[in-house]
């Protein structure tokens, strides 16, 4: 009965139960609001329209997000696409790049794509040779700092205007409706090929999100730290890495930017204390516990911005039905790009 209970602990925290969770419950969020767009059009029953989608609006949103810190006020319009970027930092902050490595639905999509190339390539995703790698990470840091500057320099009544402007509310079920696109469906074939090969290049080599999350998860009080005296060298740590991290040679604490805290190579190690997370190279959290820390400070933001009012839009749905039904759902970005 334990070994039983222990099975299912291991499972429930297991990485790929965990995104398929989430996953799941965003694709069905998608599927929810355009169930609400069809009603709003007249052609279904009434259904809530949710907020999660707000999450396909990054650019849209960090615009908003970064209105508010340079003194702009909280937006009241859509809150929730602000209540998921700063979960998103608090998280990849303290938890080192805990919404990469187990919230984000788009890396979902790759990390499947990469854990089924391991399958059929007998465990390992096909490493590109090392200068490929670096020039594809120094684009990522390129794009992330470029667009952190351009996000800075919006003029702030541009940023503020834009939450304001019909499009942005609607934006989300545009970008919905275009996934059957035949420019999506073979843009979304390619990357997922290349993810079954390469692990998930978009994540490694473009995603800019993910640019600013590595460099906070660097700064985090919470990472795996290896104990060279009880290390056996045995390279399970280092083979396991999804993010081709050499855990075996890391100095005392694994500080690569690319590790998301998925708990693999703690998992694996086979030296009792060799390879633990710590905070703060203290106490010591369990390989179970983290994707249990992860999850409660998510669950904490979303409950803390649901229940003070900064999760649901103030927007009336009969303005929504208004927006939807004068086909006002052109996609524009603030800044005039
Ligand atoms: S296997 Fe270890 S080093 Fe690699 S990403 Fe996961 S936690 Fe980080
Ligand atoms: S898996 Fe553990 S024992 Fe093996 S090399 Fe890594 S830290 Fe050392």
Redesign the pocket.
Known sequence: MPDLLKRLADIVSSRVFVRAVFFAFFVSACAQLLRFAAWARGAGPYVARPEAPAGLLPIGHFTSFFAWVRGGEWDTLLPAGLVIILGAIALSWLL?RGFC?WICPLGSLWEGGALLGRKLLGGRNVRVPKWLDLTGRAVRYTLAGAILVWLFMVPLSEAISFRELPYMWTADIKIISGFGSPVFVVAFALAFVLSMLFGPVWCRYLCPLGGWYSVLGMASPCA?ERDDELCVNCSK?TK????F?D?ERAPKR?W?P?????????RVCPAPGALEARVLGGPRIRAWLWPVLVLGLWLAIYAGAKSTGNWDTRIPVETFQQVITSGQLELKTPGGL
Do not use: F, I, L
Request: aromatic content about 0%; overall charge negative.
């Open positions: 080192k490595g795996v740590c396991v890495c999804h993010a991290v855990v694994v690569a690319e590790c998301d805290g998925c708990m693999d190579c703690v």
